[in-house]
């Protein structure tokens, strides 16, 4: 008889995580089926640097400075302070 009393008590007990477990994916399910989708700006056009002073301005503000930098710009080629940085060509 007491392992069929032990068997019903363990038997809540386990009951309590199962449905707060349930309850907690329903409730992430709900927040990934009811979220909205990302968006971004349309594209405007290519990347096309102005050159100023010999340094490209890369972000439109007319001034080639240290905001102006492209991180593999042509393959592993970057820009930095608005300069083509060559090491990456070789001998």
Same mark, same amino acid.
């Given at each position: 008889m007491a =392992?069929?009393?032990? /068997?019903?008590?363990?038997? &809540?007990? !386990?009951?309590? #995580?199962?449905?707060l477990s349930?309850?907690?994916? *329903?409730?992430?399910?709900?927040?990934?089926?009811? =979220?909205?989708?990302? /968006?971004?700006?349309?594209? &405007?056009? !290519?990347?096309? #640097?102005?050159?100023?002073?010999?340094?490209?301005? *890369?972000?439109?503000?007319?001034?080639?400075?240290?905001?102006?930098?492209?991180?593999?710009?042509?393959?592993?080629?970057?820009?930095?302070?608005?300069?083509?940085?060559?090491?990456?060509?070789?001998?």
């Amino acid at each position: 008889m007491a =392992a069929i009393r032990l /068997t019903v008590l363990m038997g &809540t007990v !386990g009951r309590r #995580p199962a449905v707060l477990s349930v309850l907690f994916l *329903l409730g992430f399910f709900a927040l990934v089926v009811l =979220a909205a989708p990302a /968006t971004a700006a349309p594209l &405007t056009g !290519g990347f096309s #640097p102005t050159i100023v002073s010999g340094e490209a301005d *890369l972000n439109g503000d007319g001034v080639a400075s240290g905001r102006d930098d492209a991180n593999a710009f042509y393959g592993s080629t970057h820009i930095i302070d608005g300069m083509l940085d060559c090491d990456a060509w070789g001998p």
